[in-house]
């Protein structure tokens, strides 16, 4: 959180593959620039209210299609689609169905490598996010991208501007405006200049990389713990319940007054948040020589907050293996005892969207559904997010009512 101290300390992957204009990579000053330009529409629930409906839909629709399903989905990778699509919806536009499939498929490499050591050679994290296949011929080239995964990305961003742009000049300029894609090439500083293209690019590939895989992790061991837990199953199942008998006749779907009433709900995901870790470090780096507790951090080098440290500290919290969402009553973390989306200037700008998503799906879940793990034992793969290595093999039951 010290930002006099230290700077920004991630990767040299990291800072290649999201590019000069990511939060990633750029100063305190310019962070909070673009941060205050971009993100008005992610941060808060009452600016995340008008996408309620939108994430209903999408979570209704995918639950009943995978119970329908005679054959075992994997349930990390369907959660994965149904966040993706929130995400895109959100910063490309409600038309971005068409580019949808586009975009997924190169997001996972780049994902893997963003916290790799920086090494392009095949078999090595970095060189997957950064090549393409022809005729079985990698291309080594570190600085020529043009045809690989970040490279096939910009360009569909590109197109995503083109189209926007042709469609703001034409006469029906209301159409052109549906996604935050639009507010970035709008918004202006204080000297009225407006994001580049390759600016804009940038940020959208961070947010659509990182905003779909917290809440789709976190969804999903949200309900492995709950089903490992009966008593808390019950109890997070009977609060939604309780929320549906409450519901006027006439009204449909979930509102945000509504969501704010699920504490017990609240508690399972920030329980959820703390025992998964879903980001394993915050990376930083010494801008001076920093003396903390008798020890001397030199100048130049990286300091890596290690997240699960933090959170199975019993010193923190008690008992730290029991997944436990009760220690969340009453309880007010201390300052950096509780970072799964950073913490300080540079804590994630999509915190609350990342929530509001997994308590939609949980909702809807937990009235309606349960699931059966083909492999409830399998073992669990740690890095770059922890996840059972079959991607949670499962089949989805729905109950009767």
């Not at 990390?76 to 699509?85: G, S």
């Not at 130049?300 to 933090?310: Q, T």
């Not at 890095?383 to 093999?393: E, G, H, R, V």
Request: charged letters at 25%; proline letters at 4%.
């Amino acid at each position: 959180m010290d930002t006099e101290q230290f700077a920004l300390g991630y990767p040299a992957s990291t800072k290649h593959l999201t590019g000069k204009k990511s939060f990633h990579s750029i100063s305190v000053a310019e962070h909070k620039r673009l941060r205050k330009l971009t993100t008005s529409s992610i941060t808060g629930h009452e600016a995340l209210a008008m996408y309620i409906e939108y994430i209903q839909n999408i979570v209704i629709t995918s639950l009943d299609k995978w119970a329908r399903n005679d054959k075992p989905i994997e349930f990390l990778t369907e959660m994965r689609k149904i966040a993706f699509k929130v995400i895109t919806h959100i910063f490309l536009g409600s038309d971005s169905d068409s580019i949808l499939g586009s975009v997924e498929k190169y997001y996972t490499d780049i994902l893997y490598g963003l916290k790799s050591s920086a090494i392009n050679i095949p078999g090595f994290a970095f060189h997957r996010a950064l090549k393409v296949e022809e005729d079985n011929i990698y291309e080594l080239n570190l600085m020529f991208l043009s045809d690989q995964a970040r490279n096939k990305l910009l360009k569909i961003l590109q197109t995503v501007l083109d189209e926007r742009r042709e469609m703001r000049e034409s006469k029906d300029k209301q159409k052109a405006k549906r996604g935050m894609i639009d507010l970035m090439m709008e918004v202006e500083d204080e000297n009225g200049k407006k994001l580049e293209d390759a600016d804009i690019k940038d940020l959208l590939l961070m947010f659509l990389l990182a905003g779909h895989e917290s809440s789709a992790h976190a969804a999903m061991w949200a309900i492995l713990y709950l089903h490992q837990h009966p008593e808390m199953l019950q109890k997070a199942k009977e609060e939604q319940e309780g929320i549906m008998k409450r519901r006027p006749s006439t009204q449909k779907g979930l509102n945000l007054i509504e969501i704010k009433q699920m504490e017990y709900l609240a508690k399972v995901i920030d329980e959820t948040l703390r025992r998964t870790n879903l980001s394993f470090a915050n990376f930083r780096q010494a801008k001076v020589d920093v003396t903390i507790k008798g020890y001397t951090i030199p100048k130049g080098w990286k300091v890596l907050v290690w997240n699960r440290g933090v959170h199975m500290d019993p010193e923190n919290y008690p008992h730290p293996n029991q997944y436990d969402p009760s220690r969340w009553e009453n309880h007010v973390a201390k300052p950096g005892a509780f970072i799964p989306f950073g913490a300080g200037p540079r804590i994630c700008p999509g915190a609350d969207l990342a929530k509001l998503e997994i308590s939609i799906f949980l909702h809807y879940f937990l009235l309606n559904y349960k699931l059966e793990q083909l492999n409830p034992g399998c073992r669990i793969v740690y890095l770059p997010i922890p996840k059972p290595s079959d991607n949670c093999l499962a089949k989805v039951i729905k109950l009767r009512s």
